[in-house]
């Protein structure tokens, strides 16, 4: 029997990308997107793209909850010109090897991609099973809670974990510098912004973030106790930006307000 092969590659206004041919089966998420939009987020995508295009030559970029690509890749092409390098983060092991042959299939050499999931300590992290046969939005499953708020498509079995994954702080990376930040890591976003205060306050990175699946008054207090001016984006994202910073200018966009 000739086996049903789950992933496909299509052109995407981002590069060429490997995706997962059941996302499409869902009415959101980065799959879906790609497969039957054409692109992901174009608002979105160019917001953060103007913000990479501020950065000076030789700037750092983090992708935290990279999933199969699609900021990474776009983050790559910004960067590229000006000598500038990504760091990749995606801890589910099938969703990193897409990630990692998106990167490949578009040459770009500026990125480095991690098979990590990005906290506050490290260690290491169990990865629940997961069905990438079924359809499903894959990046929608959250693994910092051990369940799943969201539905989408499949249940995570946890209790038939037989992967992990190493637990990382971006503080324990000791980078040389860090100019911008992209974190959506469903839910765990105050984790990886406690393992980053040192870098935080050393650096200063605006920092794009998704807060919906999160305690929203605890994450704006940490971000207020970092020094920085938080902007809503959309229901999903704020853009949180340091005070003191006179480059990027933040118009158009709403303060988030407890």
């Not at 994450?219 to 809503?232: D, P, Q, S």
Request: hydrophobic share 40%.
């Amino acid at each position: 029997m000739k086996k049903k092969l789950n992933n496909v590659l299509i052109p995407t206004p981002h590069g060429l990308m490997v995706v997962n041919r059941n996302e499409a089966a869902f009415s959101f998420g980065v799959g879906v997107a790609l497969l039957e939009e054409g692109g992901y987020d174009p608002r979105e995508i160019g917001f953060v793209r103007d913000i990479v295009n501020l950065l000076p030559p030789g700037c750092v970029v983090l992708d935290v909850g990279a999933n199969i690509g699609v900021h990474t890749l776009e983050f790559a092409r910004a960067c590229e010109a000006k000598g500038g390098i990504v760091h990749a983060f995606e801890p589910q092991r099938i969703l990193f090897q897409m990630l990692a042959g998106n990167v490949a299939l578009n040459s770009y050499q500026n990125v480095h991609c991690h098979l990590a999931a990005v906290s506050s300590k490290l260690g290491q992290l169990s990865m629940p099973a997961i069905d990438y046969s079924v359809p499903s939005s894959f990046s929608g499953i959250e693994l910092g809670q051990g369940r799943q708020n969201e539905n989408i498509g499949q249940l995570p079995k946890w209790d038939q974990s037989q992967e992990t994954v190493p637990l990382i702080t971006l503080d324990s990376l000791d980078l040389p510098r860090v100019d911008f930040m992209k974190i959506d890591v469903e839910g765990m976003e105050i984790d990886v912004l406690e393992g980053a205060r040192n870098l935080i306050t050393k650096f200063r990175p605006p920092i794009y973030l998704e807060y919906a699946k999160n305690d929203s008054e605890n994450l704006a207090k940490l971000l207020r106790e970092l020094g920085y001016t938080i902007f809503v984006f959309s229901r999903l994202d704020w853009i949180a930006v340091p005070r003191e910073n006179s480059t990027i200018q933040i118009t158009g966009l709403a303060t988030f307000d407890v």
